[in-house]
Protein backbone atom coordinates (compact mmCIF):
# COMPACT_ATOMS: atom_id res chain seq x y z
CA UNK A 1 0.00 0.00 0.00
CA UNK A 2 1.54 3.25 -0.66
CA UNK A 3 -1.01 5.48 -0.24
CA UNK A 4 -0.69 7.15 3.60
CA UNK A 5 -3.73 6.00 5.17
CA UNK A 6 -3.63 9.01 8.08
CA UNK A 7 -4.73 11.78 9.14
CA UNK A 8 -3.80 14.42 11.64
CA UNK A 9 -5.75 17.47 13.88
CA UNK A 10 -4.41 20.07 16.07
CA UNK A 11 -5.01 22.17 18.16
CA UNK A 12 -2.81 24.64 19.94
CA UNK A 13 -4.70 26.65 22.08
CA UNK A 14 -7.19 24.40 24.84
CA UNK A 15 -7.49 26.46 28.00
CA UNK A 16 -6.39 22.63 30.48
CA UNK A 17 -3.52 21.86 32.10
CA UNK A 18 -1.72 19.07 30.10
CA UNK A 19 -2.50 16.34 32.89
CA UNK A 20 -6.10 16.43 33.26
CA UNK A 21 -6.30 16.91 29.51
CA UNK A 22 -4.16 13.92 29.48
CA UNK A 23 -6.61 11.29 31.14
CA UNK A 24 -9.82 11.95 29.12
CA UNK A 25 -7.64 11.70 25.49
CA UNK A 26 -6.18 8.48 26.87
CA UNK A 27 -9.19 6.96 27.04
CA UNK A 28 -10.18 7.12 23.26
CA UNK A 29 -6.87 5.82 21.92
CA UNK A 30 -7.46 2.49 19.98
CA UNK A 31 -10.56 2.90 19.55
CA UNK A 32 -12.72 3.02 16.79
CA UNK A 33 -14.10 7.00 15.69
CA UNK A 34 -17.70 6.53 16.37
CA UNK A 35 -17.26 5.11 19.82
CA UNK A 36 -14.86 7.83 20.80
CA UNK A 37 -17.21 10.10 19.12
CA UNK A 38 -19.58 8.88 21.76
CA UNK A 39 -17.79 8.72 24.54
CA UNK A 40 -16.97 12.18 24.34
CA UNK A 41 -20.09 13.53 23.52
CA UNK A 42 -21.73 12.05 26.84
CA UNK A 43 -18.32 12.83 29.13
CA UNK A 44 -18.83 15.44 31.70
CA UNK A 45 -16.00 17.22 31.33
CA UNK A 46 -15.74 20.77 30.18
CA UNK A 47 -12.74 20.52 27.20
CA UNK A 48 -14.36 16.83 25.79
CA UNK A 49 -16.54 19.34 23.78
CA UNK A 50 -12.90 21.41 22.19
CA UNK A 51 -11.92 17.51 21.95
CA UNK A 52 -14.22 16.46 19.88
CA UNK A 53 -14.50 19.21 17.77
CA UNK A 54 -10.31 18.31 17.39
CA UNK A 55 -11.21 14.56 16.19
CA UNK A 56 -14.15 15.66 14.23
CA UNK A 57 -11.73 17.68 12.58
CA UNK A 58 -8.90 14.93 12.16
CA UNK A 59 -12.52 12.88 10.22
CA UNK A 60 -12.87 15.70 7.99
CA UNK A 61 -9.17 15.43 6.85
CA UNK A 62 -9.37 12.00 6.64
CA UNK A 63 -12.68 12.02 4.50
CA UNK A 64 -11.95 15.11 2.20
CA UNK A 65 -8.27 15.17 1.80
CA UNK A 66 -7.19 11.61 1.73
CA UNK A 67 -10.16 9.75 1.01
CA UNK A 68 -10.55 7.29 3.59
CA UNK A 69 -13.49 5.53 4.73
CA UNK A 70 -14.89 7.00 7.77
CA UNK A 71 -16.01 3.72 8.96
CA UNK A 72 -12.88 1.86 9.23
CA UNK A 73 -11.16 5.11 11.13
CA UNK A 74 -9.72 4.31 14.01
CA UNK A 75 -7.87 6.90 16.37
CA UNK A 76 -4.15 6.02 16.50
CA UNK A 77 -2.46 8.41 18.32
CA UNK A 78 -3.09 11.35 20.29
CA UNK A 79 -0.48 13.39 21.32
CA UNK A 80 -0.70 16.13 24.20
CA UNK A 81 1.88 18.76 25.26
CA UNK A 82 2.51 22.31 27.01
CA UNK A 83 1.33 25.47 25.44
CA UNK A 84 1.75 28.78 27.06
CA UNK A 85 1.10 30.15 30.71
CA UNK A 86 -1.16 33.22 31.26
CA UNK A 87 0.26 34.39 34.75
CA UNK A 88 -1.71 36.50 36.95
CA UNK A 89 -1.25 37.33 40.51
CA UNK A 90 -3.42 37.37 43.81
CA UNK A 91 -3.28 40.29 46.52
CA UNK A 92 -1.63 38.29 49.70
CA UNK A 93 -1.48 39.74 53.29
CA UNK A 94 1.21 43.00 53.55
CA UNK A 95 1.45 43.93 50.76
CA UNK A 96 2.79 40.54 48.83
CA UNK A 97 1.36 38.76 45.94
CA UNK A 98 1.48 35.12 45.25
CA UNK A 99 1.16 34.02 41.34
CA UNK A 100 -1.61 31.86 39.57
CA UNK A 101 -0.47 30.09 36.51
CA UNK A 102 -3.40 29.34 34.11
CA UNK A 103 -1.38 26.59 31.82
CA UNK A 104 -2.43 26.15 27.97
CA UNK A 105 -2.21 22.83 26.09
CA UNK A 106 -1.73 21.23 22.80
CA UNK A 107 -3.49 18.45 21.43
CA UNK A 108 -2.69 16.53 18.15
CA UNK A 109 -5.10 13.40 17.26
CA UNK A 110 -4.19 11.03 14.73
CA UNK A 111 -6.68 8.98 12.93
CA UNK A 112 -5.86 6.06 10.90
CA UNK A 113 -7.76 3.89 8.61
CA UNK A 114 -7.73 -0.49 9.70
CA UNK A 115 -9.74 -3.47 8.09
CA UNK A 116 -10.83 -5.44 11.42
CA UNK A 117 -8.43 -8.31 12.44
CA UNK A 118 -10.65 -11.52 13.27
CA UNK A 119 -9.30 -13.24 15.75
CA UNK A 120 -8.17 -17.08 14.48
CA UNK A 121 -8.76 -20.24 16.57
CA UNK A 122 -5.77 -22.19 17.79
Given at each position: MSQNLTAIAKDNMVRISPTKLSILVNSIV???VDSAIN???FSSKRVSKIILKVLNAAVAN???NK???IDKLFVKEVYVGKSLRMKRWR???KGRAASIIKPFSKVTIIVEE????KKEDK
Open positions: NMKQLKAENQLDPRARTQI
